[in-house]
């Protein structure tokens, strides 16, 4: 016997990937020029040069056995002081290395925290739509609840407050915020986040617990035209931060990323240590040894966003030409825009069609009615995609 509830997520469709999947298809029988696939959340500019010279000093002058022998179950104290040092250096916080636990990336850093939140069946971890599609199965697999804050839809920079007071009960135990948000690129401004926090710290009081931030930032230096992304934990103290190189070094083969669990957040250390535990029976200890090395060397270094805000304007303003509706994303690598006819899932089937043209709809982010657009593509992918967005429109009518 399998596990029922394992086979139906290892069977449920992930709409993303298979869109992805048929775009690969399509390119091997047409040539990649006249797919335009604008699915995934891969990175398109490289790695920082800093990390390729890393890599290789690391690997010409460190031992082999070291450099690829198991670490510390939280990470190398070296790379925890460097990741607690920059997070110092960045927003003043006096961040130690002890309270940084590195993980395998973020989603299994917001496994962990997940986890350790859920002090028992039926535990609730809010979100707020739209929001990542993978939340549900990390809630609902560990046995907890996912309530979703139905989105303010607007510019999505606000937080419909009202509802999440509706929505919090005495069995929440978290919220989880993602800024730069994925899909809409939208970043919370910092009022936003003090209303949350001030009804959080309502809340709390109420029902005699504290209610988390679950900051989910593995975007946080992706941001264009000067926006700040604001240090949640500096906000609001009971918030555990999950973040990842995925994005910022362009790094998603590499599963390295953290979980900083501030020691001025409520019951830190046993957190910490609940943390520690979740990592441990999900197997996601010892995040890669040779990463952790890189990030000793590499974690103050930033991307090179050219490319992407070259991207990110290019497709905004001709998509806008053309009539279409969008927010000016202010971060990440995603266009979230309304779909003309409608019916998001019509667009996207008709787009894929009849143009190779590959945008997915927006219902598994829990806001049906738009497409998300990643534009971490070449820039001739988007320049030639603009007849195929145009056609689309067209022939529905629109
Ligand atoms: N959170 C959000 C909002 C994401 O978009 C992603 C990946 O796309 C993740 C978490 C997972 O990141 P990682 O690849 O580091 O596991």
């Given at each position: ?50 990390v ?14 070291k450099?690829?022998?198991y670490?510390?179950?939280?990470g190398?104290?070296?790379a925890?002081?460097a990741v607690?040092?920059?997070?110092k250096?960045r ?34 971890i ?17 046995g ?46 910092e ?5 949350l926090?001030d ?5 709390s ?34 918030t ?11 790094l ?7 979980v ?20 441990r ?13 890189v990030?000793a ?27 279409y509706?969008c ?52 820039k001739q ?18």
């Amino acid at each position: 016997m399998v596990n029922q509830e394992y086979k139906a997520l290892g069977n449920s469709p992930n709409v993303i990937r298979e869109l992805f999947m048929y775009g690969l298809e399509r390119k091997k029988k047409l040539g990649e020029e006249h797919v335009f696939d604008f699915t995934l959340g891969n990175p398109s500019i490289p790695a920082p040069e800093e990390v390729k010279t890393g890599i290789k000093t690391i690997l010409d002058t460190q031992e082999p056995l070291k450099v690829h022998g198991y670490s510390p179950s939280a990470g190398d104290p070296e790379a925890r002081e460097a990741v607690a040092a920059d997070l110092k250096s960045r927003f003043g916080v006096d961040v130690k290395g002890r309270e940084i636990f590195l993980t395998c990336g973020a989603a299994p850093a917001l496994i962990s925290v997940i986890k350790a939140l859920m002090p028992e069946k039926g535990s609730e971890i809010m979100v707020i739509a739209p929001f990542f599609m993978e939340y549900r199965p990390f809630i609902e697999s560990n046995g907890g609840k996912c309530v979703v804050v139905p989105p303010d839809m607007g510019d999505f920079r606000r937080i419909d407050l009202e509802a999440a007071e509706r929505l919090i009960s005495e069995k929440t135990q978290a919220i989880i915020v993602n800024s730069p948000n994925n899909p809409t690129g939208a970043v919370y401004p910092e009022d936003v986040l003090r209303a949350l926090a001030d009804l959080l710290e309502r809340k709390s009081a109420e029902f005699g617990h504290p209610i988390y931030i679950i900051a989910d930032e593995p975007y946080r230096e992706l941001v264009y035209d000067g926006v700040e992304v604001p240090f949640i934990p500096s906000l609001y103290k009971n918030t555990v931060v999950c973040y990842s190189y995925s994005k910022s070094l362009s790094l998603p083969g590499e599963r390295i990323g953290y979980v900083y669990v501030p020691s001025f957040a409520d019951d830190s250390e046993d957190l910490f240590n609940a943390v520690a535990g979740a990592a441990r029976i999900s197997g996601h200890i010892c995040a890669p040894t040779l990463f952790q090395k890189v990030i000793a060397a590499c974690a103050d270094k930033r991307p090179d966003l050219r490319a992407y805000d070259e991207n990110r304007r290019l497709l905004y303003d001709n998509l806008r030409k053309m009539g279409y509706e969008c927010v000016r994303p202010q971060g990440a690598f995603y266009l979230f825009v309304k779909a003309p006819n409608g019916d998001a899932n019509v667009f996207s089937e008709r787009a894929k069609l009849g143009h190779d043209l590959l945008v997915v709809p927006s219902d598994a982010f829990g806001c049906p009615g738009y497409l998300r657009v990643s534009y971490c593509v070449s820039k001739q992918t988007i320049i030639n995609s603009f007849p195929a967005f145009r056609a689309v429109m067209e022939e529905l009518g629109v």
